[in-house]
T-cell receptor, first 112, second 110 residues
Framework: NAGVTQTPKFQVLKTGQSMTLQCAQD?????MSWYRQDPGMGLRLIHY???????DQGEVPNGYNVSRSTTEDFPLRLLSAAPSQTSVYFC???????????FGPGTRLLVL | RKEVEQDPGPFNVPEGATVAFNCTYS??????FFWYRQDCRKEPKLLMS???SGNEDGRFTAQLNRASQYISLLIRDSKLSDSATYLCVVNFREGNKLVFGAGTILRVKS
């Protein structure tokens, strides 16, 4: 099992550009989520999904979109990048909400 | 007030020392509790769940105090490889969401 994979590992964007962060898992987990991690703060939930076709907002959803067309994939889209979105983004999955989370290796994003 | 609070540290300890971290949480209806470990520039990984009666995994002991709303992690006989950031995680019953503390940095030195 590859577990949770994320691409790209690093990305530099200019303000206003859009991009998609990819996340995939091969553990047949129903629950997937996106977090951002900033210095001095805990991981904050951006969006989550409890199964294919179902998504919902987390604590900090503004500026991000998600979709879940398959169990395996959960991409995160930045609509119009802003410097405030400079962060490390982690995708995670689990069998159900509130259970042990398995994290991907993260994407480091810099918005200039 | 943050929902989950941790002392950021860093805790600098010599090899072989015993070190303890506390974490406080704001919601008394919290359902489950975890400690995650995060190495520098890596993803968080589950270290251990925290059970009401307290639990031990080798050199690591986790305890829960619901009355005072805190959990603790005790590391005995610290190793250099224990150097990492330790994240306290609480599952709040309302909304069934996981809330992460900002982490406590541990540095074990020889």
């Amino acid at each position: 099992n590859a577990g949770v994979t994320q691409t790209p590992k690093f990305q530099v964007l200019k303000t206003g550009q859009s991009m998609t962060l990819q996340c995939a898992q091969d553990m047949n987990h129903e629950y997937m989520s996106w977090y951002r991690q900033d210095p001095g703060m805990g991981l904050r939930l951006i969006h989550y999904s409890v199964g294919a076709g179902i998504t919902d907002q987390g604590e900090v959803p503004n500026g991000y979109n998600v979709s879940r067309s398959t169990t395996e994939d959960f991409p995160l889209r930045l609509l119009s990048a802003a410097p405030s979105q400079t962060s490390v983004y982690f995708c995670a999955s689990s069998y159900w909400d509130g259970e042990t989370q398995y994290f991907g290796p993260g994407t480091r994003l810099l918005v200039l | 007030r943050k929902e989950v609070e941790q002392d950021p540290g860093p805790f600098n300890v010599p090899e072989g020392a015993t070190v303890a971290f506390n974490c406080t949480y704001s919601n008394s209806a919290s359902q489950s509790f975890f400690w995650y470990r995060q190495d520098c520039r890596k993803e968080p990984k589950l270290l251990m769940s925290v059970y009401s009666s307290g639990n031990e995994d080798g050199r690591f002991t986790a305890q829960l105090n619901r009355a005072s709303q805190y959990i603790s992690l005790l590391i005995r006989d610290s190793k250099l490889s224990d150097s990492a950031t330790y994240l306290c995680v609480v599952n709040f019953r309302e909304g069934n969401k996981l809330v992460f503390g900002a982490g406590t940095i541990l540095r074990v030195k020889s």
